[in-house]
């Protein structure tokens, strides 16, 4: 979804919507990931009035249009889904799981609208709903624990809409820097220093190759990034300078 | 993540939550994707006992663990994530997007047990419990529109760690035995003993805070294997009797 004109073609429909909190909650997921279109079928009427006029109601939830039915609701688009936490056995509509589901979705929003449809928190989508699907998407919910909280199920499905988009971003000089490994340079430096500052307390025998690999190592394993081992260098260097110090040696 | 085990050494940590129905959409998500132990650091008081006897809470609610602070919470664990909606040029960690991330907690969860923090509705995430971290999760929303509400942020992270059943690789034994990270326990032992190295050579102030979370951090993103940690451990603490010795503290 990578084009505004694709985000923009998504409706997503709640039917029968009974708590205005829900809506709320879907109403905001749909910010979260750039879709605007809010469709209400049929929401319960004094909870979604209060929903909207609610102060810091979204203007997305100010903007959402109500049906009376499902079939008004989608006019408008070219292919509809519905959602579902059943599974594919008692159903008589194809069921696709989400993530290849969203895959399809995702295609025709390059070129069509698509509404996803949701149903209320105590039925879902009756058969009536979903006489208008053309299939319907399934969240790999468990067995024994099916049925997902409805604003839950729309931030999901959402998310998995707009997953694949975020190819990694060029990151920030400072941020590249800080994820560059220590030279091999740097980390024999905090070799050295760390091997005089187990000497020097003791830790070591002063002529213990063994004891040198081992800290080097040690060293390689941990990996520092550049400015972490410029930051140990510093610290064991103040340590050893102390040791030093109190030691006389 | 096919099998139980891994699922079961999952910690889902919400650190400071306000709202219990927030508490008890995140465990009834818990649910729907397979997951147990749910995790709670200083909970709004009464909003949680609220939650967790009200009718119908769920098995999970009601054996949730309470902790005072991350530390304790997270004690278990090889690896600790937070979750952010914050972009990653504000912050001092390193920030994956979720499904990279997660993908590198399905691969740990196959033999160590792993802890995802959500951090509470009004402030996500202090820099206090984010230096217990070692890397931090984001969900790919809008730039003007990122908080997410917690929930669904919860349910998404789930969501993404069960979306894929591709089965972990076996893995080589020295690959296996390099890639047992020091629990956050062993990790935090190592923090303190050289925080009070540190102190103990003048290098930091006792008072400060701040310098103890970048030593946190600092160790979190060396991310030593156990042995290392256990090694280190031994070596920063040999240091500190001999200054403390020599110093007369």
């Known amino acids: 979804l990578r084009t505004r004109d694709n985000v923009d073609r998504l409706r997503v429909v709640l039917v029968r919507t009974r708590n205005p909190l829900n809506i709320g909650a879907a109403a905001r997921s749909m910010s979260n990931f750039g879709f605007a279109h809010l469709r209400l079928v049929n929401p319960y009427e004094a909870g979604f009035r209060e929903a909207r006029s609610a102060v810091g109601a979204s203007g997305l939830l100010v903007s959402a249009e109500v049906y009376r039915t499902v079939s008004e609701a989608v006019a408008d688009c070219a292919l509809v889904v519905g959602t579902t936490s ?15 589901g969203a895959s399809l979705v995702r295609k025709l929003l390059a070129s069509r609208c698509v509404a996803l449809l949701f149903g209320s928190e105590k039925t879902g989508l009756r058969n009536e709903d979903l006489s208008h699907c053309h299939w319907l998407l399934r969240i ?26 975020n190819p990694p971003r060029p990151r920030g000089k400072a941020r590249a820097a800080r994820m560059e490994f220590a030279t091999a340079g740097a980390q024999e430096r905090l070799t050295t220093a760390f091997v005089e500052a187990l000497q020097s307390s003791g830790y070591l025998k002063t002529s213990s190759a063994a004891g040198q690999q081992k800290i080097r190592r040690l060293i390689r394993r941990l990996a520092p990034n550049s400015d972490d081992a410029e930051t140990l260098l510093g610290m064991v260097r103040h340590i050893l300078w102390k040791l030093r110090a109190t030691t006389g040696e």
């Open 140 to 165: 790999p919910t468990q067995e024994q624990h099916r049925s997902m909280n409805l604003a839950q199920a729309v931030a999901i499905c959402l998310y998995e809409l707009v997953r694949n988009d």
């Open 86 to 100: 059943v599974g594919p056995r008692q159903l008589q509509h194809p069921v696709k799981p989400l993530a290849l």
